[in-house]
């Protein structure tokens, strides 16, 4: 079945980049996500792309796919300490565009002031 | 605008008792899905509804069970709780009719944490 999986720690200095991994082995996902879970808090979609994509910018984010290394990364530009988080990648299980989602374990994101 | 609303936010139960959980779409969303994230870990699917039927089956326990009803709102039902039920319950909805190959986007809701004493 799916496997994802993420680094589990990262910190950086606020206004310094940050970049998130992901690495998957089901190709047949459709769309990747990224979701951001503050403590006690629900998941917050933060982005997604689609699997013929290879590159999303929405603002200070940008995501990265290498379908080829079944490779995702997610680039957040000027980190600030209000993006300190767990961030989550996911795909959907198998084809299509089902809602059931496989999730890495969860990288953490401190952000140091 | 209408986000997911779970309820309830906290739930205490001892081993063997029962407990349930609810789950509110946005409004229009005709597919419910429901997750559980043990302490630490990531968020597992469990189970969802699309029209009020079963649509998807994850890693759910025997012991529980979960229905949609008509007024799409979602309850999850948990009996002979252990304590390795202990975690964060998400209920997230979507709207699926329609989608054709676009992102299926889950909107989550802010999770039922229940304790198992």
């Known amino acids: 079945g799916e496997d994802v999986e993420q680094s589990l720690f990262l910190s950086v200095r606020e206004g310094d980049s940050s970049v998130i991994n992901c690495t998957y082995t089901d190709s047949s996902s459709t769309y990747l996500y990224w979701y951001k879970q503050e403590p006690g808090a629900g998941l917050q979609l933060l982005t997604y792309i689609f699997s013929n994509m290879d590159m999303k910018q929405d603002q200070r984010l940008t995501v990265l796919l290498n379908k080829k290394d079944k490779h995702l990364s997610l680039r957040i530009a000027d980190t600030q300490t209000g993006d300190s988080a767990i961030y989550f990648c996911?795909?959907?299980?198998?084809?299509?565009?089902?809602?059931?989602?496989?999730f890495g374990q969860g990288t953490t994101l401190q952000v140091k002031p | 605008a209408a986000g997911v609303i779970q309820s309830p936010r906290h739930l205490i139960k001892e081993k063997r008792e029962t407990a349930t959980l609810k789950c509110y779409p946005i409004p229009r969303h005709d597919t419910v899905y429901w997750y559980q994230q043990g302490p630490g870990q990531d968020p597992q699917f469990l189970i969802s509804?699309?029209?009020?039927?079963?649509?998807d089956k994850g890693s759910i326990p025997d012991r529980f069970s979960a229905q949609q009803f008509s007024d799409y709102h979602s309850e999850l039902n948990m009996s002979s709780l252990e304590l390795g039920d202990s975690a964060l319950y998400f209920c997230?909805?979507?709207?699926?009719?329609?989608?054709?190959?676009?992102?299926?986007?889950?909107?989550f809701g802010a999770g039922s944490r229940l304790t198992v004493l």
């Open positions: 997230a909805s979507s709207l699926v009719g329609g989608l054709g190959s676009g992102a299926n986007v889950l909107t």
């Open positions: 996911a795909g959907n299980h198998g084809s299509g565009n089902t809602g059931k989602l496989i």
């Open positions: 509804f699309y029209e009020k039927m079963q649509s």
